[in-house]
T-cell receptor, first 114, second 118 residues
């Protein structure tokens, strides 16, 4: 899992509640990503950020929000608008914007709905 | 648009036998291809990638993959399977031409569960 940390490992959300998942990296990477993993569906991109104070929507951004105020941090908020939030959430980073670069992943956060 | 198919949800192999996990892709331009492994409740670990050059790519833990442009495939292989290789394997692709248009997306397959039987 390298230099990417995600917290908490497990998170419980109540109906109508917003929750925030933390992602921090000490790899000095410019680009960061959030993916959602559901059984049998692989990984789907939620948001990504190329540089500080900039981010782009992925395939399934509805019901989620992000910020990138610091290079090393890319928190993901799961809002009450996300009606099916139960999933395994993975944060990743890559050195920059070169097309051949590898993305490196954190250990993940499992979000469950109470 | 870019896509990846992993045609087998599960692959079973006896310990010591060779293993193959299949991956085919579809891109409009040239592909960059990646393999990752995931152990239960863990993040993805990078195994290897094909960028250019030799079609046979060697990676971590004795794994290798062969890029076949005519068959649009990038199958993962290992000569002798270990029980510890049992995990979920993901193939991923990035279309070089879409990158130039500003898309940095890496598209993943749905994963193949590998079980190595002692």
């Amino acid at each position: 899992d390298g230099g990417i940390t995600q917290s908490p490992k497990y998170l419980f959300r109540k109906e109508g509640q917003n929750v925030t998942l933390s992602c921090e990296q000490n790899l000095n990477h410019d680009a960061m990503y959030w993916y959602r993993q559901d059984p049998g569906q692989g990984l789907r991109l939620i948001y990504y950020s190329q540089i500080v104070n900039d981010f782009q929507k992925g395939d399934i951004a509805e019901g989620y929000s992000v910020s990138r105020e610091k290079k090393e941090s890319f928190p993901l908020t799961v809002t009450s608008a996300q009606k099916n939030p139960t999933a395994f959430y993975l944060c990743a980073s890559s050195p920059g914007l070169v097309v051949s670069e590898t993305q490196y992943f954190g250990p993940g956060t499992r979000l469950l709905v109470l | 648009a870019q896509s990846v198919a992993q045609p087998e949800d599960q692959v079973n192999v006896a310990e010591g036998n060779p293993l193959t996990v299949k991956c085919t892709y579809s891109v409009s331009g040239n592909p960059y291809l990646f393999w990752y492994v995931q152990y239960p409740n863990r993040g993805l670990q990078f195994l290897l990638k094909y960028i250019t050059g030799d079609n046979l790519v060697k990676g971590s833990y004795g794994f290798e993959a062969e890029f076949n442009k005519s068959q649009t495939s990038f199958h993962l292989k290992k000569p002798s399977a270990l029980v510890s290789d049992s995990a979920l394997y993901f193939c991923a692709v990035r279309d070089i031409s879409s990158f130039g248009a500003g898309s940095y997306q890496l598209t993943f397959g749905k994963g193949t569960k590998l079980s190595v039987i002692p």
